[in-house]
C-alpha cells in the first residue's frame, strides 16, 4: 500500500509506513527488505526507473512500485478483512466491546 | 558503519549484494537522525542488531526454499532427465554403502573378541625326516596358546 499512489525507495517506504499507522509500525531493514524481495518475486511490486527530479533524488536509491496484479492482490485482500471484521462484528467484537 | 558491514554478512551472500547497499544507506540515514544523541545512538545499535538476528536465518531459508522449487519445476518439467538421475544417484549411493560397509566389517571394526591383536594365523609346518620323507603337520590352537 506505500507504493501504491507512487513508486518508493525503501526509506520512504519505513517513512510512509510509519506515517500512515502513526507511528505504530515501524519496518527495519531487515524485515522491509525481506518483504520487497518477496513481493518482487511474486510479482507484486516492480523496480521502476521513474525517477523524481535529480536534485531530489540520490542515484543510489532504487525506486518501486505496485504492479496491476499487486493491486488486484490487494483489493483481493482489502475485501477478505472487510468480510472477517464484518463477522467480527456480527459475533460482538466490534470495537469498544467485551 | 564497519560493524554494520560485518553484521550483514550473516544474510546469505546473494540477498547482500541486492540490498546490503541499501541496507547500509538506511542505518547511515538513522544514524544522521540519531546523531548527537547517545541514546538515540545505542537505540540504533540495538534495533540493527535485534534486525539481523532475526531476518538473516529466514533471509537464508527463504533462498533455500526458492532454489528447492527451482529444482522441483526444473525436475518435474523433464521427467525422464529426473528419473536418470534419481536411478544414478540411487545407483551410486547404493554402491558406496556397500564398499563402506566391506570396508567397515574387514578393516575398521575391531573383531568381535579379547586381545585381537593376539591373534596369529593357524599354519602348517613341514617337517623333513632322514630318508627324505616329509610329513606336513598342522599348527594346533593349543601350539599357539602355548606360544602366546
Do not use: C, K
Not at chain 2, 525436475?75 to 538421475?85: C, I, K, N, Q
Not at chain 2, 567397515?104 to 591373534?119: K, N, Q, T
Amino acid at each position: 500500500m506505500a507504493v501504491a499512489d507512487e513508486p518508493r525507495h525503501g526509506y520512504a517506504i519505513i517513512q510512509e509506513v510509519a506515517a500512515r499507522t502513526g507511528g505504530e509500525l515501524r519496518l527495519s531493514a531487515g524485515t522491509l527488505y525481506r518483504s520487497i524481495q518477496r513481493m518482487l518475486e511474486q510479482g507484486l511490486l516492480l523496480e521502476t526507473r521513474e525517477r523524481p527530479a535529480p536534485e531530489l533524488d540520490d542515484e543510489r536509491r532504487r525506486y518501486y512500485r505496485i504492479t496491476p496484479f499487486g493491486a488486484a492482490v490487494a483489493r483481493a485482500e482489502t475485501r477478505r478483512l472487510a468480510h472477517l471484521v464484518r463477522l467480527a462484528r456480527q459475533r460482538g467484537f466490534a470495537p469498544g466491546r467485551a | 558503519m564497519r560493524f554494520y558491514r560485518l553484521l550483514l554478512r550473516l544474510y546469505p551472500a546473494a540477498f547482500r549484494a541486492e540490498y546490503g547497499d541499501d541496507m547500509q544507506a538506511l542505518f547511515a540515514e538513522g544514524r544522521r537522525a540519531a546523531a548527537g544523541r547517545r541514546a538515540g545512538l545505542l537505540a540504533l545499535w540495538i534495533e540493527a542488531v535485534a534486525d539481523v538476528l532475526r531476518n538473516a536465518v529466514p533471509a537464508h531459508w527463504d533462498i533455500l526454499r526458492q532454489d528447492l522449487r527451482y529444482a522441483a519445476r526444473a525436475l518435474a518439467s523433464a521427467p525422464g532427465f529426473a528419473l536418470t538421475v534419481v536411478l544414478v544417484s540411487g545407483l551410486g549411493i547404493g554402491a558406496n554403502t556397500a564398499v563402506f560397509t566391506v570396508l567397515d566389517a574387514a578393516l575398521l571394526r575391531p573383531l568381535p573378541f579379547d586381545r585381537a591383536d593376539r591373534l596369529e594365523v593357524g599354519n602348517v609346518v613341514r617337517v623333513r625326516f632322514d630318508r627324505g620323507r616329509t610329513q606336513v603337520f598342522p599348527v594346533s590352537p593349543m601350539e599357539v596358546v602355548g606360544r602366546a
